[in-house]
């Protein structure tokens, strides 16, 4: 009897704390990806999948996190999506070698849970200076740093983590390992898996929207949701490298296109990247300053083809070009890393180099050079009478002999001649004085 009751007040409190708590059911777990820069497309993305989830039943939803950062104003969409969810949020940075950088750090602070896959790191939050480039002063990049930091405190400060820490990440770019994360307080959780994450938070409670939340994970059924088709392709674009390698190609193309007229592919593919470009460019943290500069640069280099030689234009272009790849992604206030690949930007530089002052050199010098056959070409040649020239007679320019006639007095067998027209086939000739001798003599 004693053993029933026991087991009876045993049910009756589980019950009570389930129906003050809630329970999380384990079949129901949402799989997100957000692998890449932080955007209005990753925004939207956890929105959409925050939103529907009460709906669907789902439990718990997970964020598989590896971001360099990204547009504050993104960052700001997410982390207030997570804070108003019913549904418990676990963001999850994995896999090995993956990182919350800048953007992704507050997003991983707002998180009900916080976990981290051995091997990876968190931090690095201070919002972007350009020293001044793009008009900046420092009152403007201390404003943006006071605000961040008031951010990192209220996030951690709302899910008890460490406060210090998340300020010193935004004020001295602060970054730790997982396991630093977790002795510091920084996370709750370090998983080598999936799997290893749901054991661990199985029977945690977290206190979401609606209220306190114990999960249930073990055994779970986890449903991936990835993005939709369309913001697949988007957010590829979307990363750094690939949409500056489509701005460049884009720029080239057109380029190309305007020296050699109708060639038509050079045209369609840059026309074609270009837009493309641009369309990554509206999701990414692009600097406008960086942008002028890069077009600067690559219009330098286009004005130092049509000057001889290789001077200050060509020089003055490739350094700002340089420049301008370089702060590309680091408008003034943003909470981002992410910047243009060393290697990318030096195959960049020297496919352009190469292709500007060699290729496009070399056409242009040809459509200047003198055209050197045709009747019309011989205008100004040289060449000596063959035979007595008054109305007719015959030359030979270049040893080739041709109809000529005399334009002045009668030229005598022998001497020397000069080409003054063309009538026909017919060439109009004049003796050569004797200045114009020395100097083909000398040449």
């Known amino acids: 009897m004693g053993c029933f009751l026991h087991r009876l007040v045993g049910g009756v409190v589980l ?99 916080a976990a981290m896959a051995p091997g990876t790191n968190i931090g690095a939050a201070h919002p972007v200076s350009l020293g001044g480039v793009g008009g900046t002063d420092d009152a403007t990049i201390d404003k943006a740093v006071h605000d961040a930091a008031a951010l990192a405190r209220a996030l951690a400060q709302t899910r008890g983590r460490n406060v210090a820490w998340a300020e010193s990440a935004v004020r001295e770019s602060a970054s730790v390992t997982a396991a630093e994360a977790l002795e510091r307080g920084v996370i ?76 038509v592919v050079p045209g369609l593919v840059g026309g074609l990247s270009l837009v493309l470009a641009l369309l990554a460019f509206g999701n990414l943290p692009l600097s406008w300053g960086g942008l002028v500069l890069v077009l600067a640069g690559l219009g330098l280099m286009i004005g130092e083809l049509h000057v001889e030689g290789f001077g200050a234009l060509g020089v003055a272009g490739m350094a700002a070009f340089l420049l301008g790849s370089l702060i590309l992604y680091r408008p003034p206030g943003a909470v981002s890393s992410m910047q243009v690949s060393p290697w990318l930007l030096a195959v960049m530089a020297a496919a352009i180099g190469t292709l500007l002052f060699v290729v496009l050199r070399a056409v242009l010098q040809s459509r200047r050079a003198r055209v050197r056959t045709g009747v019309h070409a011989l205008r100004g040649r040289t060449g000596t009478a063959t035979s007595e020239l008054a109305q007719a007679g015959t030359v030979e320019i270049d040893r080739e002999s041709w109809s000529a006639r005399a334009v002045g007095s009668p030229i005598r067998r022998g001497e020397p001649v000069v080409v003054v027209n063309v009538k026909g086939v017919v060439l109009e000739v004049d003796r050569q004085a004797p200045s114009d001798r020395e100097s083909s003599d000398a040449e």
Do not use: C, K, W
């Open 15 to 113: 019950a009570a704390g389930l129906l003050l708590t809630g329970e999380a059911r384990g079949e129901d777990i949402r799989l997100l990806e957000i692998d890449g820069g932080i955007n209005p497309l990753t925004a939207r993305y956890l929105e959409r999948a925050l939103t529907s989830a009460p709906t669907d039943g789902v439990a718990l939803v997970v964020v598989r996190l590896d971001t360099p950062g990204g547009l504050d104003p993104s960052m700001r969409q997410m982390t207030r999506a997570i804070l108003a969810s019913p549904v418990p949020v676990a963001v999850y940075v994995a896999p090995a070698g993956a990182r919350a950088a800048s953007a992704g750090m507050f997003i991983a602070l707002a998180a009900h849970v």
């Open 188 to 263: 709750d959780v370090v998983a080598a898996d999936l799997d290893a994450l749901l054991g661990a938070l199985d029977g945690r409670v977290v206190e979401t929207a609606r209220g306190p939340v114990a999960l249930r994970t073990v055994g779970a059924e986890v449903t991936a949701t990835p993005m939709h088709p369309t913001e697949r392709i988007l957010h590829v674009l979307t990363d750094p490298n690939i949409a500056y390698l489509l701005f460049i190609l884009g720029m080239v193309g057109l380029v190309a296109e305007l020296y050699n007229p109708g060639m």
